[in-house]
Antibody, heavy 119, light 111 residues
Framework: QVQLQESGPGLAKPSETLSLTCSVSGASMSSSYWSWIRQPAGKGLEWIGR???????NYNPSLKSRVTMSVDTSKNHFSLKVSSVTAADTAVYYC?????????????WGQGTLVTVSS | QSVLTQPPSVSGAPGQRVTISCTGSNSNIGAGFDVHWYQQLPGTAPKLLIYVNNNRPSGVPDRFSGSKSGTSASLAITGLQAEDEAEYYC???????????FGGGTKLTVL
C-alpha cells in the first residue's frame, strides 16, 4: 500500500511562494505519475499538476504560470511551488498517485495539509 | 463553477438506494473519457471508490456501483448505511482544458 505524506509551512504571505513536499513510502516512485490537488474550505477539488518520475510535467492551465513541480526519486519525494500567492490559494493541499493516462484516476492520496495565505 | 455538474445534496433512509449524477460535456465524459468516483468522509482525504466507470477497488463494498452513458455518469449506493454519509466527487479528463477535472461534490445525508 502506497503512503503519501504532505509537509511544509502552513502559512504563506501574500505575493510570496508556497512550497510543499510529498514523501512517498511503500512503493517506488519510478515509472509513475504523481499529482497535487487542492481543496478550499467547504469547496470542491482542483487538480494543480502532475509530474512523472522522469520529471516531465503537466499543469492546470489556470495555474500554469505560477506552478512548478519537481521530483527526487532518490529521496522518494516530489514537490510543489506556487508563486505570487493570494488568499484564493488558501486550501488543503493533497498529493496523490496518478493519473497514469488521460482517462486515468488518482489511486492513493495523502492526508492533506492546510496552507493559509495571510499577512 | 465545476466542469462536471453534480447535485449539491442527496439523502436517503438506511437501507434505501440513492443515485448521484455527474453531468459533463462533449469535451470530457461525452468524448469517451472514463469517469471515476471518490468518497470523502468528514475531515479526511478523498478515497477512490469507483474507477473506469464501474470498477471497484479492493475493499469497496459491492453496494457501490457506477455507470456512464453519453455525457453523464451516475453513482448508485444500495442498502444505505450511516457510514456512507460523506461527500462524493466524480472525476474525468477534459480535452478542452487539457487537464483532469472534478465535479463540485455531492453531500449524502443518511436520514
Amino acid at each position: 500500500q502506497v503512503q503519501l505524506q504532505e509537509s511544509g509551512p502552513g502559512l504563506a504571505k501574500p505575493s510570496e511562494t508556497l512550497s510543499l513536499t510529498c514523501s512517498v513510502s511503500g512503493a517506488s516512485m519510478s515509472s509513475s505519475y504523481w499529482s497535487w490537488i487542492r481543496q478550499p474550505a467547504g469547496k470542491g477539488l482542483e487538480w494543480i499538476g502532475r509530474i512523472y518520475s522522469s520529471g516531465n510535467t503537466n499543469y492546470n492551465p489556470s495555474l500554469k504560470s505560477r506552478v512548478t513541480m519537481s521530483v527526487d526519486t532518490s529521496k522518494n519525494h516530489f514537490s510543489l511551488k506556487v508563486s505570487s500567492v493570494t488568499a484564493a490559494d488558501t486550501a488543503v493541499y493533497y498529493c496523490a498517485r496518478g493519473p497514469s493516462y488521460s482517462g486515468g484516476w488518482f489511486d492513493d492520496w495523502g492526508q492533506g495539509t492546510l496552507v493559509t495565505v495571510s499577512s | 463553477q465545476s466542469v462536471l455538474t453534480q447535485p449539491p445534496s442527496v439523502s436517503g433512509a438506511p437501507g434505501q438506494r440513492v443515485t448521484i449524477s455527474c453531468t459533463g460535456s462533449n469535451s470530457n465524459i461525452g468524448a469517451g473519457f472514463d469517469v471515476h468516483w471518490y468518497q470523502q468522509l468528514p475531515g479526511t482525504a478523498p478515497k477512490l471508490l469507483i474507477y473506469v466507470n464501474n470498477n471497484r477497488p479492493s475493499g469497496v463494498p459491492d453496494r457501490f456501483s457506477g455507470s456512464k452513458s453519453g455525457t453523464s455518469a451516475s453513482l448508485a449506493i444500495t442498502g444505505l448505511q450511516a457510514e456512507d454519509e460523506a461527500e462524493y466527487y466524480c472525476q474525468s479528463y477534459d480535452s478542452s482544458l487539457s487537464g483532469w477535472v472534478f465535479g463540485g461534490g455531492t453531500k449524502l445525508t443518511v436520514l
